[in-house]
């Protein structure tokens, strides 16, 4: 047993624990597919065609691999667009540009942040039940998505209030 305790710390030097794709941060004692899903625009189907385009095992330790696969991991990520059909991507004919592209990270979030206030700003129906803070895509609403809270009866409050109320009167028989 004490003879496997170096080798484990030797493999953990080799191990980069983080690893930086874009300005996201993935694990990097994940296998490769695993960690590049963690990155927001990336599922499971992209994580695996971009290990497969990138000619890495999709199974392996993303930390363990060379600075020179990372690289060539990250650079895949980026040009995802150019590489894959059109109807992969998930940024279709850009309303501005009319670009198909393939956001990811944080232009992913900013991008979905634009379409919805402009949504707001020219009173779409569905600008109209993001601004009152409704279901926008056809849920129903008659018992669901309900912001007040519970309604029900809470036990422990009224036993705490009973029991505040049997102390005081207690105090005031003495």
């Known amino acids: 047993m004490s003879e496997e305790a170096p080798q484990e710390q030797e493999d953990?030097?080799?191990?980069?624990?983080?690893?930086?794709?874009?300005?996201?941060?993935?694990?990097?004692?994940?296998?490769?597919?695993?960690?590049?899903?963690?990155?927001?625009?990336?599922?499971?189907?992209?994580?695996?065609?971009?290990?497969?385009?990138?000619?890495?095992?999709?199974?392996a330790t993303f930390g363990r691999l060379d600075d020179d696969v990372i690289d060539e991991v990250v650079e895949t990520v980026e040009n995802?667009?150019?590489?894959?059909?059109?109807?992969?991507?998930?940024?279709?004919s850009d309303f501005y540009t009319g670009e198909t592209t393939h956001e990811i990270g944080n232009d992913l979030q900013l991008t979905r942040q634009h379409d919805i206030n402009r949504m707001k700003m020219i009173d779409s129906y569905k600008g109209v039940r993001h601004k009152r803070g409704q279901k926008v895509r056809g849920q129903r609403t008659k018992s669901t998505g309900r912001t007040e809270g519970t309604i029900g009866v809470n036990v422990e409050e009224i036993r705490e209030e009973q029991a505040e109320e049997a102390a005081a009167d207690e105090d005031e028989g003495e």
């Not at 993935?26 to 695993?34: A, N």
């Not at 899903?37 to 999709?58: F, H, Q």
């Not at 995802?80 to 279709?92: F, G």
Request: hydrophobic letters at 30%.
């Open 12 to 59: 953990d030097e080799d191990l980069q624990y983080f690893v930086r794709i874009g300005q996201t941060d993935l694990d990097g004692t994940k296998t490769v597919e695993r960690s590049l899903s963690e990155l927001n625009g990336v599922g499971r189907r992209t994580a695996r065609l971009i290990a497969d385009e990138a000619d890495v095992d999709r199974t």
């Open 80 to 92: 995802y667009a150019e590489e894959v059909p059109d109807w992969l991507n998930n940024r279709q």
